[in-house]
């Protein structure tokens, strides 16, 4: 039973273009979360998904950034017009039940906008 | 200050010690779940203990909940040079439909 797997690792984007990060929750889990670490400092909540809904979106910028968790395949978050303060860790998690259950978290992507 | 906040913010110990972090956190909540976090990589679970529990274990790990002084700490037993990482406290609050507010975290350095 794999884990949460996402890609890629690292991706590079150059300011104003777009960044597509991808999340395939672990076998059987239909709870996925967006996180975004900066460095030196802890996780942030972004979003919370379940298959086709978005559940709560209150950590995530209105503007340039999005997320969908279709009915097949993995979660995206993407941002569109990347800027240097994009750069950061994102990490995704899932869950079986969501609340009250043990998150399980990808090993992240790392987002350099140059 | 923050949800889950742990302390100290940096723990440097000898393999063969104790190591012990502390977190606090403010409202009411579900559950307290501790991560790992080795340099540049993705965040391990160790533990998650729900707001009706007071102690558990797992391994050389120790976890305790205190839910009326809202903290709880973790206790890493007989550590070793492959336990030095930052450890997170992540709480999964009442009102938060079961998202998770991690602290900034403390620093492991456990040195041989």
């Known amino acids: 039973n794999a884990g949460v797997m996402q890609n890629p690792r690292h991706l590079v984007r150059r300011r104003g273009q777009e960044a597509r990060l991808r999340c395939s929750p672990m076998?059987?889990?239909?709870?996925v979360y967006w996180y975004r670490q900066l460095p030196e400092e802890g996780l942030k909540f972004m979003v919370y998904l379940q298959k086709e809904n978005i559940i709560d979106e209150s950590g995530m910028p209105k503007e340039r950034f999005s997320a969908e968790f279709p009915k097949e395949g993995p979660s995206i978050l993407r941002i569109q017009q990347v800027v240097r303060g994009d750069s950061a860790a994102y990490f995704c998690a899932s869950s079986l039940l969501g609340s009250d259950t043990e998150a399980f978290f990808g090993q992240g992507t790392r987002l350099t906008v140059v | 200050s923050q949800q889950g906040e742990e302390d100290p913010q940096a723990l440097s110990i000898q393999e063969g010690e104790n190591a012990t972090m502390n977190c606090s956190y403010k409202?009411?909540?579900?559950?307290l779940q501790w991560y790992r976090q080795n340099s540049g990589r993705g965040l391990v679970h160790l533990i998650l203990?729900?707001?009706?529990?007071r102690e558990k274990h797992s391994g050389r790990l120790r976890v305790t909940l205190d839910t009326s002084k809202k903290s709880s700490s973790l206790l890493i037993t007989a550590s070793r040079a492959a336990d030095t990482a930052s450890y997170f406290c992540a709480t999964d609050r009442e009102t938060s439909g079961s998202r998770l507010t991690f602290g900034e975290g403390t620093q492991l350095t456990v040195n041989p």
């Open positions: 203990i729900r707001s009706n529990e």
């Open positions: 409202t009411s909540i579900n559950n």
């Open positions: 076998k059987g889990h239909s709870h």
